[in-house]
């Protein structure tokens, strides 16, 4: 599962890793879906990703409880630090895969509570977070009571930057 999928880049990733498994990539952009789809059909990964519009587990319904893994890069960049960022990105990228809202934790939140009722027992949980914001979501994750064997884990810069756990 790839939710918010943008460009479709992570879905790609796991289609290559994954040759026997189905992708599900799911995106509110209408746009970010047609990139999306050219993309996988450009790299040959077409018949392997499906794809559909809406937000985030909303279209995926029919798969409850069935999911290996979700992973996602969603909005983490908290509003007020939106006007900050560098041109190449808040003139380009949609304000939609950028903003987090107030904490910036917003739809990682969100992921926590609701990818429960999607993933099998042992299922993968994995999203990708600003820098600094691993501490919290940690104890999100661990809040929940859902998750096991929680990690923050590195970028290749060395700064925690993605958030892997288990459903247990």
């Not at 290559?16 to 790299?43: G, M, P, R, Y």
């Not at 018949?47 to 979700?70: A, D, N, R």
């Not at 990105?89 to 949609?94: A, N, S």
């Not at 929680?150 to 993605?162: C, M, V, Y």
């Amino acid at each position: 599962m790839d939710l918010g999928t943008g460009s479709g880049a992570i879905s790609l990733g796991l289609a290559d890793s994954f040759t026997q498994a189905t992708i599900h990539a799911v995106d509110t952009s209408s746009k970010a879906l047609t990139v999306a789809t050219e993309n996988a059909i450009n790299e040959g990964f077409s018949s392997q990703i499906e794809f559909y519009q809406g937000s985030w587990w909303t279209p995926l319904q029919h798969l409850k409880g069935q999911v290996c893994g979700m992973v996602s890069n969603p909005p983490y960049i908290p509003t007020s630090l939106l006007s900050q960022l560098q041109p190449e990105v808040k003139d380009h990228e949609p304000i939609l895969a950028l903003d987090g809202g107030n904490d910036g934790l917003e739809a990682i939140t969100y992921l926590i509570n609701t990818s429960p009722d999607y993933l099998v027992s042992g299922g993968i949980f994995l999203v990708e977070m600003m820098a600094g914001q691993g501490e919290e979501v940690r104890q999100l994750l661990e809040a929940s009571g859902c998750y096991q064997a929680i990690e923050i884990l590195p970028d290749l810069g060395g700064i925690g930057r993605f958030a892997l756990a288990y459903l247990g």
